[in-house]
């Protein structure tokens, strides 16, 4: 077992969390619950603050707000001075309800609707990371009926396959996002963007994957990025002022992995760019970065409590929790592993290997593959690890079943986030009407 932050420990018998115990937290709130270190996410703002934002001149970090999207997130991010990058309306929405300044707001996705463009604009979102052509006309359309400027970061696509799972791999050339970095399809995208009257082409924008561990990938992806500034200004006379070097940071899920230091990875996104623009006797461009998981992945512990008990001789035990892939789609989604304990056996020796598997009807429905624990029973509480990441945020009512709550621990005390669902709340939207 290793625990990946600080900010969670084993001490007296049982798991703490910001130096509140686990079990009280079970008690108080029920399982299956999220559990979010603050500590945990305050240090990684912290480092985005002191080893970016402060370090550089003309740099803006922004919190990929997919990995986890709520308003106290939103609040704690807009503390820190740093931007957010939404990827939808409604994600638009809950940080302008927590008071986000929407200049800060870069409007991703790969598919914005004409309902989300005006949203957007509507409400002084400015920075779009533009896609694809139609985005182009829409943007354009929507902004002269409300006589806006938009910002326009164009996505490119730089032909390298980097990240985990194939599913978080979307640099190389066939992937939905962005433009082709070949035959100038690129190109093609910023004189169209030139051409407009209310968009003003600023800069590129880059992202690899998901979960990347080589520190070359983040190097080649800014070479490559700054020959396409070269041929930007070559072919189209304008200058790329803006890079956005995207995000995809790993974090440590299992002692197995071995992520990148945060101040390794940007230092040399850093030189790479600053070396590629002194060659040609240019000002640095203002850079942006886009991490998510890196601030809140280790934050996250869901708990659990334990069910029913299969063993099945010289196969395996399946050990069966009250949660799932309603709360944690990612294991049956990208392979992916993790680490976890008992929370009330929390010192005891770990001897039984064990599959941790959910409620959810379906055989695909698995936390955990392997793992050695205490001897398990049921009522036992099960502690996953660095579940901040794309669990939240990912979750669903699948066999309706209900959304856990969401709690927050803090230098020894804890705060009610996101209520559990109800029963109620799962036919709220529900409609008895007569045809």
């Given at each position: 077992m290793v625990l990946q932050t600080k900010y969670v420990e084993v001490k007296d018998q049982s798991l703490f969390i910001d130096n509140v115990n686990a079990l009280s937290l079970v008690e108080k709130y029920g399982t299956p619950l999220y559990?979010?270190?603050?500590?945990?996410?305050?240090?990684?703002?912290?480092?985005?603050?002191?080893?970016?934002?402060?370090?550089y001149d003309?740099?803006?970090?922004?919190?990929?707000s997919k990995s986890f999207s709520c308003l106290q997130i939103y609040k704690i991010a807009k503390e820190y001075g740093v931007?957010?990058?939404?990827?939808?309306?409604?994600?638009?929405?809950?940080?302008?309800?927590?008071?986000?300044?929407?200049?800060k707001i870069y409007f991703h996705g790969n598919n914005k609707t004409i309902s989300e463009i005006e949203y957007a604009i509507q409400n002084d979102v400015d920075h779009f990371v533009i896609d694809n052509f139609y985005e182009i006309e829409c943007v354009e359309k929507i902004a002269l009926k409300y006589n806006k400027t938009i910002f326009a970061t164009v996505r490119v696509v730089p032909g390298i396959k980097a990240g985990g799972h194939g599913y978080i791999q979307t640099g190389h050339k066939d992937t939905k996002f962005g433009f082709s970095a070949r035959h100038g399809v690129y190109l093609d995208a910023i004189q169209k963007i030139i051409d407009t009257q209310c968009i003003e082409f600023e800069g590129i924008h880059c992202h690899i994957g998901s979960q990347v561990f080589d520190l070359y990938a983040y190097v080649n992806a800014m070479q490559r990025f700054v020959k396409f500034a070269y041929e930007i200004y070559d072919k189209l006379g304008v200058m790329v002022t803006k890079i956005n070097a995207g995000g995809g940071y790993g974090i440590a899920y299992t002692q197995n992995d071995e992520p990148l230091d945060f101040e390794t990875i940007t230092s040399e996104i850093m030189r790479?760019?600053?070396?590629?623009?002194?060659?040609?006797?240019?000002?640095?461009?203002?850079?942006?970065?886009?991490?998510?998981?890196?601030?809140?992945?280790?934050?996250?512990?869901?708990?659990?409590?334990?069910?029913?008990?299969?063993?099945i001789p010289g196969v395996r035990t399946y050990v069966s929790v009250d949660g799932g892939m309603t709360d944690n789609i990612r294991t049956a989604l990208y392979d992916a592993d993790y680490?976890?304990?008992?929370?009330?056996?929390?010192?005891?020796?770990?001897?039984t290997q064990v599959t941790i598997s959910g409620k959810i009807c379906e055989s695909a429905d698995i936390l955990i593959k392997e793992i050695k624990?205490?001897?398990?029973?049921?009522?036992?509480?099960?502690?996953?690890?660095?579940?901040?990441?794309?669990?939240?945020?990912?979750?669903?009512?699948?066999n309706q079943i209900t959304k856990p709550a969401v709690v927050f621990t803090y230098q020894g005390k804890e705060k009610l986030v996101i209520r559990r669902?109800?029963?109620?709340?799962?036919?709220?939207?529900?409609?008895?009407?007569?045809?």
């Open positions: 559990v979010m270190s603050e500590g945990h996410i305050r240090h990684q703002f912290n480092e985005l603050k002191t080893l970016f934002l402060d370090k003309n740099v803006l970090p922004l919190f990929a931007g957010i990058d939404c990827v939808s309306a409604g994600e638009i929405s809950i940080a302008l309800k927590a008071g986000f300044d929407p200049h790479t760019i600053e070396e590629g623009y002194a060659k040609r006797g240019w000002d640095m461009p203002m850079v942006l970065i886009e991490p998510g998981r890196y601030v809140v992945g280790n934050a996250g512990v869901t708990l659990y409590t334990v069910g029913a008990i299969k063993s680490d976890g304990i008992i929370v009330n056996k929390a010192e005891e020796e770990k001897t624990i205490a001897k398990p029973e049921p009522g036992d509480i099960f502690a996953q690890f660095s579940t901040g990441a794309y669990h939240y945020s990912m979750s669903s009512n699948y669902q109800t029963f109620e709340d799962l036919t709220y939207f529900d409609e008895e009407n007569e045809y």
